[in-house]
């Protein structure tokens, strides 16, 4: 059974271009949740999906946007890229709410 | 602040030995969950404790939770150069769906 995997693994952007991520959960899983985590901090909520819609959002602009298909699978997507946005981005999965949160091995972002 | 706080930041120990590292929170909480996560890369799940439980085994692994006093902590015992990692915990609470907010994390260093 494969976990939550995430691509790609390592990206590098320059300022002002887009970049999307992907997601695909654990198997059984309908709940994705996206987090940021900058070099030495904790993960930062961004956003989490389920039945393909947004259902609670973090403190981040909307320049970061989001979407999850009918096989639960889920894509972030960044428009305008700021240095600061450089950080691992990270996906979690889970089969319902409050439950265990599986994690990916994450996506780590580089704005140029 | 929702986020949780950790202590200490770091904690170095020698192999053998037990290591312990403490939550905090501020707010009411459904679960609280610990992971381990190796040189940036994606987290581990370790632990998950309910509120309305006090004490969580797993392995080498003990988590207490006093929520009247808002904490909880994590044993480590009989320490490995393996458990050398950033721990991690996070909540999830009433009326904030299921997201996770972490604390800053503590770096934990076990010397062979």
């Known amino acids: 059974d494969a976990g939550v995997t995430q691509s790609p693994t390592h990206l590098i952007k320059t300022r002002g271009q887009q970049v999307t991520l992907r997601c695909s959960p654990k198997?059984?899983?309908?709940?994705v949740s996206w987090y940021q985590q900058a070099l030495g901090q904790g993960p930062q909520f961004i956003f989490q999906?389920?039945?393909?819609?947004?259902?609670q959002r973090g403190n981040f602009p909307d320049r970061f946007s989001g979407h999850q298909f009918p096989n639960y699978s889920s894509e972030l997507n960044v428009n305008a890229l700021l240095l600061g946005d450089s950080a691992l981005y990270l996906c979690?999965?889970?089969?319902?709410?409050?439950?265990?949160?599986?994690f990916g091995q994450g996506t780590r972002l580089t704005v140029v | 602040s929702q986020q949780g706080e950790e202590d200490p930041q770091a904690l170095s120990i020698q192999e053998g030995e037990n290591a312990t590292m403490n939550c905090s929170y501020k707010?009411?909480?459904?679960?609280l969950q610990w992971y381990r996560q190796n040189s940036g890369r994606g987290l581990v799940h370790l632990i998950l404790?309910?509120?309305?439980?006090r004490e969580k085994h797993s392995g080498r692994l003990r988590v207490t939770l006093d929520t009247s006093k808002k904490s909880s902590s994590l044993l480590i015992t009989a320490s490995r150069a393996a458990d050398t990692a950033s721990y991690f915990c996070?909540?999830?609470?009433?009326?904030?769906?299921?997201?996770?907010?972490f604390g800053q994390g503590t770096e934990l260093s076990v010397k062979p």
């Open positions: 979690a999965s889970s089969p319902v709410l409050n439950t265990e949160a599986f």
């Open positions: 198997s059984g899983h309908d709940t």
């Open positions: 999906y389920y039945e393909e819609e947004e259902r």
């Open positions: 707010t009411s909480i459904n679960n």
């Open positions: 404790i309910r509120s309305n439980e």
């Open positions: 996070a909540f999830t609470s009433y009326n904030q769906g299921g997201k996770l907010i």
